[in-house]
């Protein structure tokens, strides 16, 4: 089911944490937790006026909280707009008499409008700059042939070639969407440029349809037809025409491929293509979580080839690959290896060696700026010489290491800092308003506490020893970092109910007696504890389910 909830409003008027539990709980649930918390903070119960005062506080809210839950309806709402939804917008959107799934469903309704409005807003730019360089002079040259001329010691590196795309989508209708493209293309000083504008109309669910009309000064005018069908769930297919107009006449050209899922993480292509370049290509594509292979084969005029890839992808928050490929046919034998990494939140830097006979040798760096792609394939020799294997494969990751280390851990870290700063600063109000909720419910909590360790321990039950709650550093690379957590072992223990603590699948910040001391930062649980007379200790992620007792948190005496 779709939410609207987002990070604050989880944190600060999430009701399941405030209640302790599920998302998913059934009323019975809802009604023992309220009952719960009511013999906790009932007013009635405490006769000190400023205690009786901050019970009927917290009572308030987990009334409230219960109050909307045990609705149906207000629940439904609150699930997809959050409290700001039970206030005005829920209510405004829906009649009261509505069931909960049709709620859902105006909901959804309202989503697509939304995502309509949106549509028409969105132009979704994409471009892409090449820069060919021909750096051949750094290891191909004769040295002797430089000695009389005037900076004849320099190597020569040049510009070879350079190629400019951009492409923007202007979407008329929900159906229909208009696509503008153009090129500019020089090598070595001639050059020239193209223009596009195709038209895409949704015809179903299940297809699509394309014209295309194009305009250059090297190829002449173009008109084109793509189609896109699926035919069953796993089989689908794609055809294109086209029309190139020349000096030399017309070349038509076709192209037809045929899609299969072998599998959940295998698909399989068949692809057929008559005119100016003729071929038949058939390809295995297997892409999991871990890894991306590729198996190819093709038939043509010009170019017959084999080609093999395996991509390895490595479960790193920078989103690390590396790569490999084989590729041999006519045109000879390129062996290429690389890798490529997250530098930021919206760029990834790749780079990657190509070692061919008779291509030689070259490095292709890659960067992905959003929707943008900069590409720089440099030259490095037209033979296999290992001095420029050893420097295309060294010279990048030495680069890369230092600018990591000089420039972009600094910025990103800097970066960090000042989106925390700012977030510490938006709600530093409301986080005083918990902290002082949290320590008044710690004082209401006393009590009863006190009689659940006596109960625990005439049974050799479940004593919370210590608990704390917030961002702990273990990590010795991080040791200047300072620790900021919060004493919880009060209000863990108030929790336990016949020997047991069970904590749902949603942040502790919201739990009686907890605040968040580390705004936008990782936060866990650390908890000490003893049952049946043996200690056990275990750490536990903010947003992670937790049950204690358990085995596997016993800590071994021998330690």
Aim: aromatic residues 8%.
């Amino acid at each position: 089911m779709a939410s609207a909830l987002d990070d604050d409003e989880i944190a600060n008027d999430d009701y399941y944490s405030l209640l302790n539990v599920r998302r998913e709980a059934t009323q019975d649930e809802l009604k023992a937790a309220y009952r719960r918390l009511c013999m906790l903070y009932h007013p009635d119960k405490h006769r000190d006026p400023e205690l009786k005062q901050q019970a009927e506080q917290l009572f308030n809210l987990v009334h409230e909280a219960y109050e909307v839950l045990s609705d149906p309806q207000a629940r439904a709402i609150y699930d997809i707009y959050g409290k700001r939804g039970l206030d005005v917008e829920g209510w405004e959107v829906v009649e009261r008499k509505r069931t909960p799934a049709e709620i859902r469903e105006e909901y959804e309704r309202l989503q697509r409008e939304r995502e309509e409005r949106r549509l028409q807003q969105r132009t979704n730019p994409k471009g892409t700059i090449s820069v060919g360089i021909d750096a051949t002079d750094l290891f191909d040259r004769y040295e002797e042939d430089y000695e009389d001329m005037v900076g004849g010691g320099v190597p020569h590196v040049e510009i070879s070639k350079m190629h400019i795309s951009q492409s923007i989508e202007a979407p008329l209708t929900t159906r229909d969407t208009a696509i503008l493209s153009g090129s500019l293309s020089t090598h070595n000083g001639n050059g020239g440029g193209t223009i596009n504008l195709a038209l895409r109309r949704v015809t179903s669910a299940k297809g699509w349809g394309e014209v295309e009309l194009g305009a250059g000064d090297t190829h002449g005018p173009l008109l084109g037809m793509k189609i896109f069908r699926n035919l069953t769930p796993r089989f689908f297919v794609t055809a294109q025409c086209g029309l190139q107009f020349s000096s030399r006449g017309v070349r038509p050209g076709i192209t037809t491929v045929l899609a299969r899922h072998l599998d959940k993480n295998t698909m399989g292509y068949l692809q057929w293509r008559w005119g100016i370049q003729s071929s038949m290509n058939t390809s295995i594509v297997r892409d999991t979580k871990s890894s991306h292979f590729t198996f190819a084969m093709q038939l043509g005029i010009p170019h017959t080839f084999m080609m093999m890839s395996y991509q390895y992808k490595f479960q790193d928050e920078d989103q690390t690959k590396i790569k490999g490929s084989v590729k041999s046919g006519f045109f000879g034998t390129v062996v290429e290896y690389g890798a490529e990494r997250k530098i930021s939140r919206h760029s990834v830097l790749g780079a990657t060696v190509s070692v061919g006979v008779p291509q030689g040798v070259s490095l292709k760096i890659k960067l992905n700026r959003a929707s943008q792609t900069y590409f720089f394939p440099i030259h490095l020799t037209d033979q296999l010489l290992p001095s420029a294997m050893f420097y295309a494969t060294v010279g990048p990751l030495v680069f890369y290491l230092a600018i990591q280390q000089l420039i972009i851990r600094p910025y990103m870290q800097a970066q960090k800092e000042q989106d925390l700063e700012k977030q510490r600063e938006s709600s530093a109000s409301n986080i005083a308003r918990k902290k002082q909720e949290a320590e008044a419910a710690v004082l209401l909590m006393q009590e009863s506490v006190r009689r659940i360790i006596e109960a625990e321990e005439s049974r050799m039950g479940l004593i919370i020893l210590n608990a704390w709650y917030g961002k702990f550093v273990t990590d010795n690379s991080r040791k200047h970092e300072r620790a900021k957590v919060i004493d919880v072992t009060v209000p863990l223990q108030c929790l336990v109910k016949d020997s047991k603590l069970i904590l749902t699948e949603t942040t502790k910040a919201r739990l009686p007696g907890f605040y968040d001391p580390c705004v936008g930062e990782e936060k866990s649980l650390k908890v000490l504890y003893q049952f049946r007379g043996v200690m056990h200790q275990v750490l536990s992620g903010d947003t992670e389910p937790l049950r204690i007792p358990k085995q596997s948190h016993r800590i071994d005496a021998d330690t």
